[in-house]
């Protein structure tokens, strides 16, 4: 079912100041959360092999509730500037794509800045666009930096696995083994030379409530008793949400190789949001890219959220296959529905 | 009692490509809620008379859940298009400052796209800054006018009001009075001339916990029963909030006159957070601003949360008292704490 939504066209990035990828970062717990470690816990009639076959899923990470969000937000952002041999009071704007904060308000990204004792008032601000909010945040600081900020860091990702150990009534079977905790952070300073080529976001509001999480007001209008399963993830649909995904990538890629005056063999590498091990070679057999161009990191981190396509990018450099001058495709796609991408010289 | 936090300098617009404010609008809920209402309802032990000497509110907007949140925000994105006469299809981007959604995701602008009936896949994502989310969109506009983008919806504030109206166990008398539900709306375009002179933001990370909503993971960590105060804001020493908003907004605006090369009588009009009158007046006292060049809607519609500036504005506007070509100071401050400001030609 294709969707009745018309993507807009994309516009040329109007930089004068440009932007380049400083380092990367990440904080996974070391908790390791098998399959057949949810079937026990929760009694479930599953085989860890089913679960395999069906999602692509072995194994997840989820936190043992030692640590706040805004803590593991800070130990992602620490390996990232210590990367790049920048302190936090020489950020000039922190953004983190949230999935659930520490609080609904303030910011979680404050509080991350409380957690790294940082001595200065660095604007700071959460946002939140579901798995796609890695590629807003990107989107925003070649922004931020082409008009004045010298470095700008982002976050996103988040901690889904405490809903789950919350001692709930009802498991949601279909989404008790998708997700995953994990926090990605990306640091981007102002260069000389053009890195980023182009930059694409659009949203399909008609896939509004296929997939979302319960936690605001719609709770109480529906006079809803309030439990612990309103901090997950609630899908209807998954296979309209994976056929909008495969749809939005390629009107995504297609605009920004336009825009980037590219084909897709120009392409060395992509980063991309992997819901599933599936979705991820759906995505990139619908856009003829080999598997060995691409990485997932699913089968052993599950749905981080918008940490997805992030910790697939820091994979790729952290394994030394993604070399400096290489060209990225980074892509999200994720509930509400909103999806986008970026095209950079890394 | 000062903050020990270390205020940013501010950085001059690196802006080659020129943002001006359309027009604004707002939502406003019909149902009026005076003190005496609240004091009947929840049988309190307190005055009219003495919740109109300590914060200086009469009456506030509550929704009567007929409209879901994103509906509101709706009205007034469409009352600000239909002011500008720009379609929601020529919109570019939309930024919504929420403080509770629909949804905790998808974000709540994409509903309100949904809403509009839009055809068009633009993109959209909600941030989150408490009070001083407005400032945040604002600022975020300029940046995204400068790099391309033509026009750009932002909305700001929320519906509060149905937490307390939810059958709730324990009503906190300390913030039952202060909130009230509404919306506002402002449509930035493209402009020949230079309107913002400049821009500036700042977060306090002493003052995180100091006023926040719970609704986050913290309640998980806690192991707290889930029940409706968890949506509302909980303010645990109001003094503190009071003497750090002020002290904010006098950092916040030697910093932005620094960076216009404006002084203090240069300013025709002031539309800021007043999270009370007395606030209100406080800051306008600290700052030397003779109250006459500013408006506060608080006694009649309470805190709107990011929307109160914003409505501020739209009051000055609408009452005919700014006017184009004059110079405003637009500023907020709110729970992080986040606080900052602009000042345009309007």
Sequence with gaps: MKTTIKYPPISDLHVTRYSKILSTGSYLPDNIVTNEDIIKRYNLIATDRAVRYSIGISERRWENKNLDVSDCVALAAKQCLERANISIEQVDRIIYSKLLGDYNVPATAIGMLKKLNAKNGIPAFDLTAA??????????????????????????????????????????????????????AMLLGVSKEKHFLSSYIQTD??????????????????????????????????????????ESAVVTVNRLLESSKLTIDDIDFVATSDQTTQLWEGQLKALNIPLEKSVSLFHKQGNTASAMSALNLDELINSGRLKRGMTVLMMAHGAGASGGGVIFKY
């Design 131 to 184: 798995c796609s909010g890695f590629i807003h945040a990107m989107d925003m600081a070649i922004r931020y930096i082409d008009s004045g900020d010298d470095y700008v860091l982002i976050l996103g990702g988040g901690l889904t696995s405490w809903a789950l150990a919350n001692d709930f009534n009802k498991i949601d079977t279909r989404t008790v083994f998708l997700m995953g905790d994990g926090i990605a």
């Design 205 to 246: 509001n008609t896939h509004y409530e296929v997939g979302y999480m319960p936690l605001g007001l719609s709770l109480l209008n529906s006079k809803e008793s309030l439990s612990s399963d309103m901090f997950g993830m609630k899908i209807d649909n998954g296979r309209i949400l994976n056929e909008n995904a495969i």
